[in-house]
T-cell receptor, first 116, second 114 residues
């Protein structure tokens, strides 16, 4: 079974609109971390936001927020007020357990296209 | 503050050859990890080094190896290249490896095997 599932291969949104990118995860470890990264066409992975499994509040970083629903095992990324520069591939990733170190498990990604 | 630097950015090899990729982490970061990205398999963890010791390894054959030097710089080597090794190889560094420690990635080395 996939550990990280991103069901939306592609999403299309207009500038200034909000968009939600879906991510569900599967783990039996009570301690885990969830990350979202953005990968523009240049290839570099850019960190966006982090949520720990014990964090009580949803993480926010500027225009990015993470809608963390632990019981449903979902960690959706919400981008408010989309910009043209947000067009990129977005990856959800999980660090599963304290022994995982830097071994993140990535989903297949969602391509976001923002139009004017 | 300089980011993670990977060299070379692009390279072309033929089957059977070997390749070495280099990664310079952010100053002060002691953990370096490597990932392979392909269209078919996506992003997959290769290995992690911390203080010159391999701490974690992904599910890759022994042809894939790496090392870390005392200045935290890291290299990965792929021997006896196969067509399927064509990929973007990403290096990431972090201060530690637990909790909210964020991986900062380099721009990658794109390897094409002919």
């Amino acid at each position: 079974a996939q550990k990280i599932t991103q069901t939306q291969p592609g999403m299309f949104v207009q500038e200034k609109e909000a968009v939600t990118l879906d991510c569900t995860y599967d783990t039996s470890d009570p301690s885990y971390g969830l990350f979202w990264y953005k990968q523009p066409s240049s290839g570099e992975m850019i960190f966006l936001i982090y949520q720990g499994s014990y964090d009580q509040q949803n993480a926010t970083e500027g225009r990015y927020s993470l809608n963390f629903q632990k019981a449903r095992k979902s960690a959706n990324l919400v981008i408010s007020a989309s910009q043209l520069g947000d067009s990129a591939m977005y990856f959800c990733a999980m660090r599963e357990g304290p022994q995982a170190g830097t071994a993140l498990i990535f989903g297949k990604g969602t391509t976001l296209s923002v139009s004017s | 503050k300089a980011g993670v630097t990977q060299t070379p950015r692009y390279l072309i090899k033929t089957r059977g050859q070997q390749v070495t990729l280099s990664c310079s982490p952010i100053s002060g970061h002691r953990s370096v990890s490597w990932y392979q990205q392909t269209p078919g398999q996506g992003l997959q963890f290769l290995f992690e080094y911390f203080s010159e010791t391999q701490r974690n390894k992904g599910n890759f054959p022994g042809r894939f190896s790496g090392r870390q030097f005392s200045n935290s710089r890291s290299e990965m080597n792929v021997s006896t290249l196969e067509l399927g090794d064509s990929a973007l190889y990403l290096c990431a560094s972090s201060q530690g490896a637990q909790g909210a420690n964020v991986l900062t990635f380099g721009a990658g080395s794109r390897l094409t095997v002919l």
